[in-house]
Every structure is written in structure tokens, then in C-alpha cells.
């Protein structure tokens, strides 16, 4: 992970080293609310995501479950519930 501004962009590394970006997170004013962007390596950009409650904002609960995130080339990454 590393931050900026109210940005932190989550990367997972393969067991071969390669750096793959999975998302970032949005700080909005509250610790218990963010907003999630997911990465898309064909435009190489981050893809606002809506929540299932509707909002584009939301909580580590509001999020689907399993914490799964699949990125456009098929690369699981498995985030922790806890």
C-alpha cells in the first residue's frame, strides 16, 4: 500500500515478485467510510465503485462479501474480513 493526499492504492505482489494494482481507497472525511475505486489496466485508470447499499460511499461492512477484487487480467487477490 502506499498513500497519497486522501488517496492509498492497494497492490498485491506474486509469488514471482510481479506488482499487480488492484484499487485505491478514498479518504471522505470519516474512518469508517471510503469510497473504492477498482483499477482497470485497459485504460489504466481506477473505476468508481458503487456499494451494494446504492452509495458510492460506504463501509468495510457495506462491502460484498467475500472480500474478493478480480482485476482485468483474472488476478484474485483476496482482502481479510478482520
Known sequence: MRHRSS??????TSTDGTELTLCRLRYVGSVHHWQVGIYGTSH??????????GLPVGTREDGPRPRVFTNIVGTVAYCPSD
Open 44 to 53: 489504466d485508470d481506477y473505476a468508481e465503485s458503487i456499494f451494494p447499499t
Open 7 to 12: 488517496f492509498t492504492y492497494v497492490t498485491a
